[in-house]
C-alpha cells in the first residue's frame, strides 16, 4: 500500500529525531543520517605501536618512534601517513610503508610552514603599509570607521567590531600613550590602530572598500594590473595563514579559497594554465611574485628549492607542482 509524502514524513519522525535528516525543497527525498555513539577510549602509545605494526607500517627504530609519539600526537602524525595506505577504510598501509618516512613528511610540512610564514608576514606587512597610506591620505586618518566608504554594510560592522576587540587586547605602547592623550575620536588613527588589526580583518577591509581606483592603485604598487587579482590572492593568503597559525597540515591540503591566475603580468610570472588552484603550489606563485615585487633581492625561492631539495622524498605533485614548474620564469 503506498504511503502519501505527509505519511513518510511522520514514519521518519518517529524513528530518527527531526535533526537527523533535512528536507530542503518539497520536490527532493528526505535525507537522513542516524548518528552513532562513539565507543572508542583513549589507548597506551604501546597499543598504537601495535596497531599500526599490525596495519602494515614498518619501523627502523620501535624506542624512537615511540619517543616521538610521546612528542607528536597520533592524531597528527595521521594526516601524514595516510597518502601511504591503500586501504583508506581499514587503514592498512601500502607495502614498504616506514614510520620514519612519516615522521620525515612531518618535518617537511613544519618546515615549510616556517619558510611560508615568514614570507607571507612580510607580504602583511607591506599590504598594511600600502592600504594605511593610500587610502589614509585620500579618505582621511579614520576612514576605516566610516561606513559609507564601503561597499557591505555588514562586512563594515563585523570588521570594526573586530577591531574594537583587537584595540582592547593590545598593549602597544603606541596605544597606550594614545588613549592617556586623546579620547576624541573614539579610535586612534589608521596608522595606529591598523597597525594591531589581524591580516583577515585587513584583508576584508581592503576587499570592502567601494572606490575600485584605490584598490587598483594599491594593486599596482605591488605589480598586479587589477585589484580582483590581489582580492583573492590576499583571501587565499589569509586562509593559508591560519592554517600555518593552527599548526594545521598543508602540503597536500585542498584550500577553500582560490587564487585568481593571470596568464600574463608584467613581472616574472607562470606559463602553464593547467595547474590546480586548490593546491599549495598555485599560492606560493603568488607568493614569489608578490614578494618580488615587494623586495627584489628575497631568499624565498632559493629557500623553497633547498628545502624540497633537502626532503626528496616529497611528492611534490600533491602539492600541485607540475612536472617542469623549476623552468617557469617565476623560478628562475
Not at 140 to 169: M, P, Q, V, Y
Request: proline letters at 6%; one cysteine or more.
Amino acid at each position: 500500500m503506498c504511503c502519501s509524502a505527509a505519511e513518510k514524513t511522520l514514519s521518519l519522525h518517529q524513528q530518527f529525531p527531526p535533526r537527523l535528516f533535512t528536507m530542503r525543497t518539497r520536490a527532493e527525498l528526505i535525507f537522513y543520517t542516524p548518528m552513532v555513539t562513539y565507543t572508542k577510549q583513549p589507548i597506551s602509545i604501546a597499543d598504537q605501536m601495535a596497531m599500526l605494526k599490525n596495519r602494515g607500517l614498518l619501523f627502523d627504530d620501535e624506542k624512537a618512534a615511540v619517543e616521538c609519539l610521546k612528542i607528536i600526537s597520533y592524531f597528527r602524525l595521521a594526516n601524514y601517513w595516510k597518502p601511504m595506505e591503500s586501504d583508506k577504510v581499514n587503514h592498512v598501509f601500502k607495502p614498504k610503508s616506514k614510520f620514519e618516512n612519516v615522521v620525515t613528511l612531518y618535518n617537511f610540512d613544519k618546515d615549510l610552514r616556517t619558510l611560508i610564514f615568514s614570507a607571507i608576514q612580510s607580504i602583511e606587512i607591506a599590504l598594511r603599509t600600502k592600504v594605511i597610506q593610500i587610502v589614509s591620505s585620500n579618505c582621511g586618518a579614520f576612514w576605516f570607521s566610516d561606513e559609507s566608504l564601503f561597499s557591505n554594510t555588514t562586512i563594515f560592522s563585523k570588521c570594526l567590531s573586530n577591531i574594537e576587540e583587537e584595540l582592547k587586547r593590545s598593549k602597544e605602547d603606541f596605544l597606550i600613550e594614545h588613549y592617556a592623550k586623546y579620547d576624541n575620536p573614539p579610535y586612534p588613527p589608521a596608522w595606529k590602530t591598523l597597525e594591531v588589526s589581524s591580516f583577515g580583518t585587513l584583508s576584508k577591509l581592503y576587499c570592502n572598500l567601494a572606490d575600485n581606483n584605490l584598490k587598483k592603485q594599491i594593486a599596482r604598487e605591488l605589480g598586479l594590473p587589477q585589484h580582483l587579482y590581489l582580492e583573492s590572492w590576499i583571501k587565499s593568503l589569509s586562509v593559508l595563514r591560519n592554517c600555518i597559525a593552527h599548526h594545521a597540515r598543508i602540503w597536500n591540503r585542498k584550500y577553500p579559497w582560490k587564487p585568481q591566475l593571470p596568464k600574463k603580468l608584467q613581472n616574472p610570472w607562470i606559463q602553464d594554465n593547467g595547474i590546480s588552484q586548490e593546491k599549495l603550489y598555485a599560492q606560493l606563485c603568488c607568493i614569489a611574485y608578490l614578494l618580488d615585487a615587494i623586495c627584489p633581492n628575497n631568499g624565498f625561492k632559493k629557500n623553497l628549492k633547498s628545502l624540497l631539495a633537502e626532503y626528496p622524498i616529497v611528492d611534490v605533485a600533491a602539492m600541485g607542482f607540475p612536472k617542469l614548474w623549476y623552468d617557469e620564469p617565476i623560478w628562475k
